[in-house]
């Protein structure tokens, strides 16, 4: 059983570039979740996805965007990038449900370094 | 105030010993809560889910919600030195999970 996997693995850009990031949930999963957690701190949610339309945001701004596909795979994109954008990106499924976000697992993280 | 409030530690104790890790929130639409270990450099793994207040018990692990103080717990018993790690509570009422800070635990040998 796949669990969830995302790429790269780690990544380095400058300021103002823009970035994408990858996930493929857990096999049999269908709603993906982004967070991002910066060194000692939690997990931030940034966005969830089902059906290939952002169901929720957190408090990110515009310059955070994502998409999932048919396949239920997601991609987050960051624009215009800042330094404080450093940190490692989590990507989460879960099964649907109605109002309610149930049992959430990660994949490993994509490290990203805002030079 | 942070949603969800979490001791960051770092926590201390020798192996065999019995671990107590708690998290305050302070949001009431939460209904269920969750326990995720995170190894250094790793995704978060997910230990226990809990819906609502009571506790729940898996293997070692026993997770305890009190939804009337807003008060969330995770024991360890017979705690080993693998469990040393980043312990994260969070809750969600929503398709929102809010996470605390994470209390790093180091189980000495």
């Known amino acids: 059983d796949a669990g969830v996997t995302q790429s790269p693995t780690h990544l380095i850009k400058t300021r103002g570039q823009q970035v994408t990031l990858r996930c493929s949930p857990k096999?049999?999963?269908?709603?993906v979740s982004w967070y991002q957690q910066a060194l000692g701190q939690g997990p931030q949610f940034i966005f969830q996805?089902?059906?290939?339309?952002?169901?929720q945001r957190g408090n990110f701004p515009d310059r955070f965007s994502g998409h999932q596909f048919p396949n239920y795979s997601s991609e987050l994109n960051v624009n215009a990038l800042l330094l404080g954008d450093s940190a490692l990106y989590l990507c989460?499924?879960?099964?649907?449900?109605?109002?309610?976000?149930?049992?959430?697992?990660f994949g490993p993280g994509t490290r990203l370094t805002v030079l | 105030q942070k949603e969800v409030e979490q001791d960051p530690g770092p926590l201390s104790v020798p192996e065999g010993a019995i671990v107590s890790l708690n998290c305050t929130y302070s949001?009431?639409?939460?209904?269920?809560f969750m326990w995720y270990r995170q190894y250094s450099r790793k995704g978060p793994e997910l230990l226990m889910y809990?819906?609502?207040?009571g506790n729940k018990e898996d293997g070692r692990f026993t997770a305890q919600v009190d939804k009337s103080s807003k008060y969330i717990s995770l024991f360890i018993r017979d705690s080993q030195p693998s469990d040393s790690a980043t312990y994260l509570c969070?809750?969600?009422?929503?398709?929102?999970?809010?996470f605390g800070a994470g209390t790093r635990l180091f189980v000495k040998a």
């Open positions: 989460a499924s879960s099964l649907v449900r109605d109002r309610y976000t149930d049992t959430q697992y």
């Open positions: 096999s049999g999963h269908d709603t």
């Open positions: 996805y089902y059906e290939e339309e952002e169901r």
């Open positions: 949001n009431s639409a939460f209904q269920y």
């Open positions: 809990t819906y609502s207040s």
């Open positions: 969070a809750g969600t009422g929503g398709f929102k999970t809010i």
